[in-house]
């Protein structure tokens, strides 16, 4: 079975320390990989859409990559308002329109 | 514009009420889809519409209906639900070439009592 993992689960961060979450998956012939941002009792934010292994998208202080098996979200140094929890998503080639999220990494940038 | 509209943001019902759930988009998205989440875990697919067509159906109980009144409209009609089915409800939508990112809403907190 298709499998998304999120690592770390949680993340605490000093305001202006960077840091990375990473998103690891086993879904062949990827059709799409995806950052969302959630901040509590709201729905997710869409981030990034990455289709390729070596794709990269920057927004502010987020930047996302994508390699074979696993993706990066790079967040440089952050800032209280980055804290959220990150959630990546992948589309598997017979899976049009369906979204498998990862359970997750929970940020928390303290001043 | 990258709205998603979901209405009621909050809602309380009895295991014996019938109620709605509503989303509305106009970025002119043909697939729109409706997801569950619980605390602490990811969205959960339950259906998807691909031109106002049931085109997944993650099975979902039927005390879940969903209904497609036209391509910017997206109701979850909801029926003899079980406290267990407390979660947010989100709303989301997508160009509908199945390749694309999803919008979502800022999804309805439902409590069932």
């Known amino acids: 079975e298709d499998q998304v993992t999120q690592s770390p689960e949680a993340l605490r961060l000093q305001e202006g320390e960077s840091s990375s979450l990473n998103c690891s998956y086993t879904v062949s012939g990827l059709r799409g990989l995806f950052w969302y941002r959630q901040d509590p009792g709201k729905g997710p934010e869409f981030l990034f859409t990455l289709y390729s292994a070596g794709e990269e998208k920057e927004k502010e202080r987020l930047k996302a990559t994508l390699t074979k098996k696993e993706s990066f979200l790079h967040i440089t140094a952050p800032k209280p308002e980055d804290s959220a929890t990150y959630l990546c998503a992948v589309q598997a080639p017979d899976s049009w329109g369906k979204l498998q999220f990862g359970a997750g990494t929970q940020v928390v940038v303290t001043p | 514009d990258t709205e998603v509209t979901q209405t009621p943001k909050h809602l309380v019902m009895g295991m014996t009420n019938k109620k709605s759930l509503k989303c509305e988009q106009h970025m002119g998205h043909r697939a729109m889809y409706w997801y569950k989440q619980k605390a602490k875990k990811p969205p959960e697919l339950m259906f998807v519409?691909?031109?106002?067509?049931?085109?997944i159906n993650e099975s979902v109980p039927s005390r879940f209906s969903p209904e497609c009144p036209n391509s910017s409209l997206l109701n979850l009609h909801l029926h003899a639900l079980q406290p267990e089915d407390s979660a947010l409800y989100l709303c989301a939508s997508s160009h509908g070439t199945g390749r694309e990112e999803a919008f979502f809403g800022q999804g309805t907190r439902l409590t069932v009592v």
């Open positions: 519409y691909s031109y106002e067509k049931l085109s």
